[in-house]
């Protein structure tokens, strides 16, 4: 069962940027950790960055430090990710993930499709 609806994918080329943004219709996740997955075809998925309830504590994959940020709205209940200098590897389905307890996710959208050409 779908519980967050993603938004902003698509394609781009290297170097561009795409903004991902999660909402949670019809349900209040303010006080919920939350965090963005990705998971690209034959790989296991990753966790991209993650964001606790408070907005104080932030953790990013190595792979795209210095390049992706996660921020969320508690009074708009949403978590976006800004994405810069895009790498085809970047290439995969992203998810935004919600959840009460730390480190683990229990909520989940339908994912959302990034695409980076050469």
């Known amino acids: 069962q779908v519980e967050l609806v993603e938004s902003g994918g698509g394609l781009v080329q290297a170097g561009g940027s795409l903004r991902l943004s999660c909402a949670a219709p019809?349900?209040?996740?303010?006080?919920?950790?939350k965090a963005w997955f990705r998971q690209a075809p034959g790989k296991e998925r990753e966790n991209v960055a993650s964001?606790?309830?408070?907005?104080?504590?932030?953790l990013y994959a190595d792979s795209v430090k210095g390049r992706f940020t996660i921020s969320r709205d508690n009074d708009m209940n949403t978590v976006d990710l800004q994405m810069n200098n895009l790498k085809p590897e970047d290439t995969a389905v992203y998810y935004c993930?919600?959840?009460?307890?730390?480190?683990?996710?229990?909520?989940w959208g339908q994912g959302t499709q990034v695409t980076v050409s050469p």
């Open positions: 993930a919600a959840g009460a307890r730390s480190g683990f996710y229990d909520l």
């Open positions: 019809g349900r209040f996740i303010s006080m919920y950790n």
């Open positions: 964001i606790n309830w408070a907005g104080t504590d932030i």
